[in-house]
C-alpha cells in the first residue's frame, strides 16, 4: 500500500483474488486497521468493481480517494461498495420483452451477462397436460422471443426439466449474482417459485419479483384488505382495486441493452426453442389458428383493439354471439394467459380511448371490465385456500355431484347428441379456443343444467385444451357456472337446444363444425332426433348410427330435477358463499348482476334422467 497523503487524491489497487464477497470484505477489514493509524479527521472509501469476466484471475480493482486532510482512531469510516457492474443476471417468464421488468432489472446495472431463460417444465408442458394446440402456442412463443433477442445479440435460453433443479443448477455454472423473475399466482408456480427463490438466496444470489403479470401485484391487494375476506362480489372488488394507484407500465425493458453475445452462443442447439415435434405434435397436425408469440400478440391488439375505438367503447360482451363463425372478441386471452401482451398496456390503452369518448360502456361489460374480472379471478386464486377445488374451499358450496366416467367422456368428445354443445366441445379440440357463452353453455349441460358431472371434472377437460387456460380464471368460472360460487341464481338455466337459436337461426355453427349433420334442415339442427329416420337415411347421417343419441332424452324434467337438487344443496350449506363473499348468509335468490343477461339463458327444455354413482370427491 502507497503512504496515505493528508491531500485528496486517490490511490488504486489491483490484485487477483477470487470474486467472493468474503475476501472483499476481508480487505476491507484490512484497509479499515491500516487507516485507524493515520492521522485524518474523516475518510470515505468506495470500492468499485469494474466489470469482470467469469475467470478467477481477473483483475479487481479498489479507488480509495481521500476527503479529509485528518481521522482521528476513533473516527466513523464510510464504506460504499458497488457490486453491481460484475453482476450475472438470469431472468425468467413473462414471453414478451414490453412491459417486462424482471428483464429491465437484470439489464438495469449493466451486467457483463444476462441470460434470458424459459424453462420446460415436463410436469407442465407435455401432452399428458396440455392440448396439442397450446403446446402449438407455447412453441411459437418461445421461437418468437428468441428471433427478437438475436436482433438485440442475445437470445432466449430455453431449459428442459424441473425448475428447482434447473435453476439452481444454471446459477452456479454460469456464476449467476442476480436472480430476476416474474411472480406467478397458481398453487404449483408458488411453491416452485418458493423453492427457487430460496436455493438462490442461500447460494448468496440477489433475488428480485415482480407482479406484472396482473394490473398489480397481487399482495397489494392482500395489503390493503388488512386482514378482510378477499372480495369474491364484483362491486367490492372494484371499490378494492378504486384504492391502489394506476397501473404502470416497466418501459424500460422495450429497449433494455442486453450484452452482446458471440455467434456460438447465439446459436448453441442445447438451449434452442422447442419444434413441434420435441413437444409431441405429429407433422400432420392441423395449424394452430391462433398462433403464439409477442409480435402477433401486438399486431392482434392493434387490428383488434387499437384501429377499432368506436367498436370499443361500444363494446358489451354480454352482447357477443357464442356461435359466429369467426368470433366478435378479440381473442386476446391466449396471449395474456403467456405474458405474450402485458394486461397492464391493454388496460392503459382501453382507458385512454375512454378518455377521448364521450360515451363509452362500463365495468363489468366493457373491456376494461373484462380485465377487471380477470384480475378479481387472480387475487382469488392467489389468496383464497383450496380455491381449484371443492373440499375445503371457503367460498365453494359443498354439491354432492356424481361421478359418471360415461358422460364426461361423451361431453369431452362432442357425443352429447345435442348437436349445439357438440359443435362447441368440437371447436374447443380443434382450435383451443371457443366464445364465453359457448362455455356458459357447455359448463351449464355437463353440471347442474343436465348431466350433474362435477365443475372439477370440466374445469380439467377444458385446463387440457383452452389456449388461455389461466387457473385461476377458468376456475372461478367453472364454480360460478356450476353455481358453486360468485352467482348463484341456480333456476336459470342454459338450454341446449334454443340458446343457440337465438344468434343463429339456421345452424351454420354446427355444420362448421358437425359436417355430418351439414345436409339436415334448419327446422332440424339443433334437434336431429326430430326428423323421420328415411329422411335422416336421405341426409345421409342417422341418429344412433352416424350420430349419437342423446344422453338426456328429457331436458326439461332432467333441469327441474336438478334445480331441486340444487336447493337441497343450498339449504344444506346456507353459510357458505350466498353474500358474495364465502362467509355466511342466505342463500337462493339474488339481485341479479349487471353482467348476466336475459338472452344468454335458454327455455327450461324437456328432461330425463341419468344413471350414474356417486364417487366422493
Not at 343463429?504 to 358437425?514: E, M, S, T
Amino acid at each position: 500500500l502507497l503512504p496515505l497523503s493528508h491531500n485528496a487524491h486517490s490511490h488504486t489497487l489491483s490484485f487477483s483474488p477470487s470474486l467472493s464477497l468474503t475476501l472483499s470484505l476481508s480487505l476491507i477489514t484490512q484497509l479499515h486497521s491500516l487507516l485507524s493509524l493515520t492521522p485524518l479527521n474523516s475518510l470515505c472509501i468506495t470500492l468499485s468493481l469494474a466489470p469482470l469476466t467469469r475467470s478467477s484471475d481477473s483483475l479487481l480493482s479498489l479507488t480509495l480517494l481521500i476527503l479529509s486532510p485528518s481521522l482521528t482512531r476513533s473516527s466513523f469510516l464510510s464504506l460504499s461498495l458497488s457490486c453491481c457492474h460484475y453482476s450475472t443476471s438470469l431472468c425468467f417468464q413473462g414471453l414478451r420483452l414490453h412491459d417486462n421488468p424482471a428483464l429491465a432489472a437484470a439489464c438495469a446495472e449493466s451486467p457483463k451477462h444476462v441470460y434470458p431463460v424459459f424453462v420446460l417444465d415436463p410436469k407442465l408442458a407435455t401432452g399428458d397436460f396440455v392440448g396439442a394446440n397450446r403446446l402449438m402456442f407455447l412453441a411459437d412463443s418461445l421461437r418468437d422471443l428468441d428471433d427478437q433477442l438475436k436482433a438485440k445479440q442475445s437470445r432466449l435460453y430455453v431449459v428442459r426439466g424441473d425448475p428447482k433443479e434447473a435453476i439452481p443448477r444454471l446459477c452456479k455454472r454460469w456464476s449467476v449474482t442476480q436472480l430476476t423473475f416474474e411472480q406467478d399466482s397458481e398453487p404449483y408456480a408458488k411453491d416452485r417459485d418458493r423453492a427457487v427463490k430460496k436455493l438462490a438466496e442461500e447460494a448468496g444470489i440477489e433475488v428480485k419479483t415482480f407482479g406484472s403479470h396482473t394490473l398489480h401485484e397481487l399482495d397489494s391487494y392482500v395489503d390493503k384488505l388488512g386482514g378482510a375476506n378477499v372480495p369474491t362480489a364484483y362491486q367490492k372488488f372494484l371499490k378494492l382495486f378504486s384504492k391502489l394507484p394506476t397501473p404502470e407500465l416497466c418501459k424500460e425493458s422495450e429497449n433494455a441493452m442486453l450484452p452482446p453475445l458471440s455467434k456460438a452462443d447465439r446459436g448453441n442447439e442445447e438451449f434452442a426453442p422447442p419444434d413441434y415435434a420435441e413437444l409431441g405434435i405429429s407433422d400432420d397436425h392441423p395449424k394452430v389458428k391462433y398462433p403464439g408469440g409477442e409480435r402477433e400478440a401486438l399486431r392482434r391488439f392493434k387490428t383488434h383493439v387499437l384501429e377499432r375505438a368506436g367498436w370499443v367503447v361500444q363494446f358489451e360482451k354480454p352482447k357477443t354471439s357464442p356461435n359466429s363463425l369467426e368470433p366478435q372478441t378479440t381473442v386476446l386471452s391466449p396471449y395474456l394467459k403467456f405474458g405474450c401482451l402485458s394486461a397492464r398496456k391493454f388496460y392503459l390503452e382501453l382507458r385512454e380511448i375512454e378518455k377521448k369518448a364521450k360515451n363509452y360502456t362500463s365495468p363489468p361489460q366493457s373491456l376494461c371490465g373484462q380485465l377487471l374480472f380477470r384480475e378479481q379471478f387472480y387475487l382469488c386464486g392467489y389468496a383464497i385456500p383450496n380455491f381449484g377445488q371443492m373440499r375445503d374451499n371457503p367460498i365453494c358450496r359443498q354439491i354432492p355431484w356424481e361421478y359418471n366416467p360415461e358422460h364426461l367422456t361423451a361431453w369431452k368428445k362432442g357425443q352429447t347428441g345435442y348437436p349445439f354443445i357438440d359443435a362447441i366441445m368440437t371447436q374447443l379440440r380443434q382450435e383451443g379456443w371457443i366464445h364465453h357463452l359457448a362455455r356458459h353453455a357447455v359448463a351449464c349441460f355437463l353440471t347442474r343444467g343436465d348431466l350433474w358431472v362435477s365443475w372439477e371434472e370440466g374445469a380439467d377437460v377444458f385446463e387440457y385444451y383452452l389456449l388461455d387456460a389461466d387457473w385461476s380464471i377458468n376456475r372461478a368460472n367453472w364454480m360460478w357456472l356450476s353455481c358453486s360460487a360468485f352467482y348463484h341464481q341456480y333456476f336459470r338455466c342454459y338450454s341446449p337446444i334454443s340458446f343457440g337459436k337465438k344468434t343463429d337461426k339456421q345452424g351454420d355453427y354446427i355444420r362448421k363444425y358437425l359436417p355430418m349433420l351439414k345436409r339436415f334442415p334448419d327446422k332440424y339442427i339443433y334437434e336431429p332426433w326430430k326428423a323421420p329416420v328415411d329422411s335422416q337415411r336421405k341426409w345421409g347421417c342417422v341418429v344412433g348410427k352416424d350420430y349419437p343419441h342423446r344422453l338426456i332424452d328429457d331436458h326439461t324434467a332432467r333441469s327441474k330435477e336438478l334445480m331441486a337438487r340444487m336447493k337441497e344443496a343450498f339449504d344444506a350449506s346456507k353459510h357458505v358463499g350466498s353474500d358474495g363473499e364465502g362467509n355466511g348468509g342466505k342463500g337462493g335468490k339474488k339481485k341479479r348482476r349487471a353482467n348476466d343477461n336475459d338472452n344468454d339463458l335458454g327455455d327450461r327444455g324437456q328432461g330425463g334422467k341419468s344413471s350414474s354413482t356417486k364417487r366422493p370427491r
